[in-house]
């Protein structure tokens, strides 16, 4: 199982981005999908979350700017990044809890991260 996020670049403070990652491979289903955040020095953290049944669930820091969405087909989740921040300049990670096999538990895969830089 392969997770190939893109999407990241350079904006100005108050622009847009809109990530992705599409995951390849041999799988039985995705569960949960979501996207995670680290800035220099800091600890990786939540940004947001969406379950194969769409709920979603935000971090407070972009709740009202971010927006995560996944097409089930394309085996792809997005981020549509508004309003930018120089605060959300981190790389970012997509992560999928995947189910290999049939009666096998799911198992954590994380993307390459994507770079995202918000000029003030």
């Known amino acids: 199982v392969q997770l190939q996020a893109s999407g990241g670049g350079l904006v100005q403070a108050g622009g847009s981005l809109r990530l992705s990652c599409a995951a390849s491979?041999?799988?039985?289903?995705?569960?949960?999908m979501g996207w995670f955040r680290q800035a220099p020095g800091k600890q990786r953290e939540l940004v947001a979350t969406?379950?194969?049944?769409?709920?979603?669930n935000y971090a407070a820091s972009v709740k009202g700017r971010f927006t995560i969405s996944r097409d089930n087909a394309k085996r792809t989740v997005y981020l549509q990044m508004n309003s930018l921040k120089p605060e959300d300049t981190a790389v970012y990670y997509c992560?999928?809890?995947?189910?290999?096999?049939?009666?096998?538990?799911?198992?954590?895969?994380w993307g390459q991260g994507t770079q995202v830089t918000v000029s003030s």
């Open positions: 969406i379950t194969s049944g769409a709920t979603t």
């Open positions: 992560n999928a809890e995947v189910q290999v096999r049939l009666w096998s538990p799911t198992d954590d895969y």
């Open positions: 491979g041999s799988f039985v289903s995705i569960n949960d």
